[in-house]
């Protein structure tokens, strides 16, 4: 099956420092892919969609300027935590559909676990 | 988003089948049932999705009543690999996301 990857698979950050986390379609082109984050023993829940050119598109109360995200190219989109806190501490991964399968199941990353310290 | 109700948890024994069921009452024509699955600290991976019609893929296979409310996921063979949390998404209209519930999470016991 296809290959999404992430980097970093962990990052330990202090408060008040931003992290960047990469999330790479190592064998598609991605014109989609999508952020979310997990708690410990919940679900996932999805922050936004990121397209490539173009704004992303996030959910209800998930807060914008906080959570940068780029899509700059059909392999590459990145999801900048700004000014981390210890709540931002969660696990976030990234997903992406190959547009060329008709129906459209997505390929995740490994995630990557960020802690605020 | 149409939702889906799957039990918690469930316990199985290795080598046993599995059936996880899912609720999904409120689907519409357009819908496909998606399962995918998350083992510990790793991302989702696909495992299933159907229509109208069973589907057997070299993962599992997966049984839908005829009116479309409710399938069931079945591992024929389950191993200790298979314990994760199973989660069973409708996905289907304009948009591709996927919107996760709480899932069901399989122990298997050796």
């Known amino acids: 099956g296809a290959v999404v990857s992430q980097h970093p698979s962990w990052v330990i950050c202090k408060s008040g420092t931003s992290v960047k986390i990469e999330c790479r379609s190592l064998?598609?082109?991605?014109?989609?892919m999508f952020w979310y984050r997990q708690f410990p023993k919940q679900s996932l829940m999805l922050m936004a969609t990121?397209?490539?050119?173009?704004?992303?598109?996030?959910e209800q109360g998930v807060e914008k300027d906080k959570f940068l995200i780029n899509h700059a190219s059909l392999t590459l989109s990145t999801l900048t935590v700004t000014s981390a806190h210890p709540e931002d501490s969660s696990f976030y991964i990234c997903?992406?559909?190959?547009?060329?399968?008709?129906?459209?199941?997505?390929?995740f990353g490994p995630g990557t676990r960020l802690t605020v310290t | 988003d149409a939702k889906t109700t799957q039990p918690n948890s469930m316990e199985s024994n290795e080598e046993e089948p599995v059936h996880l069921p899912c609720n999904h009452s409120?689907?519409?024509?357009?819908?496909?049932i998606h399962w995918y699955r998350q083992l510990p600290s790793q991302g989702p991976e696909y495992v299933i999705h159907?229509?109208?019609s069973n589907v057997n893929n070299r993962m599992a296979s997966l049984a839908i009543a005829e009116d479309r409310k409710s399938s069931t996921l079945i591992l024929h063979r389950a191993t200790l690999r298979d314990a994760a949390v199973y989660y069973c998404?409708?996905?289907?209209?304009?948009?591709?996301?996927?919107?996760f519930g709480t899932g069901t999470l399989l122990a298997v016991q050796p």
């Open positions: 998404i409708l996905f289907g209209g304009a948009t591709n996301k996927l919107i």
């Open positions: 997903s992406a559909t190959d547009p060329y399968r008709v129906f459209r199941e997505q390929y």
């Open positions: 064998d598609f082109q991605a014109t989609t």
């Open positions: 990121s397209n490539e050119g173009s704004k992303a598109t996030y």
């Open positions: 409120t689907i519409s024509g357009t819908d496909y």
């Open positions: 159907g229509l109208t």
